[in-house]
C-alpha cells in the first residue's frame, strides 16, 4: 500500500497509523489497542510529525477560511463524545494536548503535567478518525502526504 522505496520506518508509521485510525473510525477497541501499541513502539518524534500533520492538513480543509476556538471546541467535543462510548480510559486533555500541539499551540513536552508521551498516538488517532469521518474523507492519502515528509527525511539522512 505505501511505496516500496520509502525506509520501513515511515511503512510501520503509515501502516500503524492506517490501522489505528480504522479501528477508531470502526469503535473497534481490541484493534484500536494492537495498532496504538504498534504506534507507542514507533519512534514517537517522527509519528507526532506524521500525527500532527494530518490533523492540520485536514483541519485546513474542514475550515478553509479559518479556524476559530468554536471550531476546536467543537473537534474536541464531538471526539470525545464518540470516543467516550468505546473508549473506558478516554483522557480528554489528552486530546487537547493533541489538538493544540498539532496547532504549534503547545509543547507537550513543556507541559507541566507528567504527560504519558507513548498514549499521545493513540489520541491522535481519535482525532484523525474523528476529522476524516467529518471530512467524509478516506485516510490513506493524508497518511501517505504525512509519512512521506518522515521517508525524505529519513532518507536524507542516510550516509550515501
Given at each position: 500500500?505505501?511505496?516500496?522505496?520509502?525506509?520501513?520506518?515511515?511503512?510501520?508509521i503509515a501502516?500503524?497509523?492506517?490501522?489505528?485510525?480504522?479501528?477508531?473510525?470502526?469503535?473497534?477497541?481490541?484493534?484500536?489497542?494492537?495498532?496504538?501499541?504498534r504506534?507507542?513502539?514507533?519512534?514517537q518524534?517522527?509519528?507526532?510529525?506524521?500525527?500532527?500533520s494530518?490533523?492540520?492538513?485536514l483541519l485546513e480543509?474542514l475550515?478553509?477560511d479559518?479556524?476559530?476556538?468554536d471550531?476546536v471546541?467543537a473537534?474536541?467535543a464531538?471526539?470525545?463524545?464518540s470516543?467516550?462510548?468505546w473508549?473506558p480510559d478516554?483522557?480528554?486533555?489528552?486530546?487537547?494536548v493533541v489538538?493544540?500541539?498539532?496547532l504549534g499551540?503547545?509543547?507537550?513536552?513543556?507541559?507541566p503535567?507528567?504527560?504519558?508521551r507513548?498514549?499521545l498516538?493513540?489520541?491522535?488517532?481519535?482525532?484523525?478518525?474523528d476529522?476524516?469521518?467529518t471530512?467524509d474523507?478516506?485516510?490513506?492519502?493524508y497518511?501517505r502526504?504525512?509519512?512521506?515528509v518522515?521517508?525524505?527525511?529519513v532518507?536524507?539522512?542516510l550516509?550515501?
Open positions: 500500500m505505501w511505496p516500496t522505496e520509502w525506509p520501513s520506518a515511515a511503512r510501520e501502516d500503524a497509523t492506517d490501522a489505528a485510525v480504522a479501528a477508531a473510525r470502526a469503535a473497534e477497541p481490541e484493534s484500536y489497542a494492537e495498532a496504538a501499541a504506534l507507542a513502539a514507533l519512534d518524534e517522527q509519528v507526532t510529525v506524521v500525527h500532527a494530518i490533523v492540520r492538513e480543509e475550515h478553509p479559518g479556524l476559530t476556538g471550531d471546541q473537534v474536541l464531538r471526539c470525545a463524545r470516543a467516550a462510548v473508549v478516554l483522557d480528554v486533555s489528552m486530546l487537547v489538538l493544540t500541539g498539532a499551540l503547545t509543547d507537550p513536552d513543556e507541559d503535567r507528567p504527560l504519558a507513548a498514549d498516538p493513540r489520541y491522535a488517532a481519535l482525532i484523525i478518525a476529522l476524516l469521518a471530512a474523507a478516506a485516510g490513506s492519502g497518511i502526504r504525512a509519512s512521506g518522515i521517508a525524505r527525511a532518507t536524507l539522512e550516509p550515501g
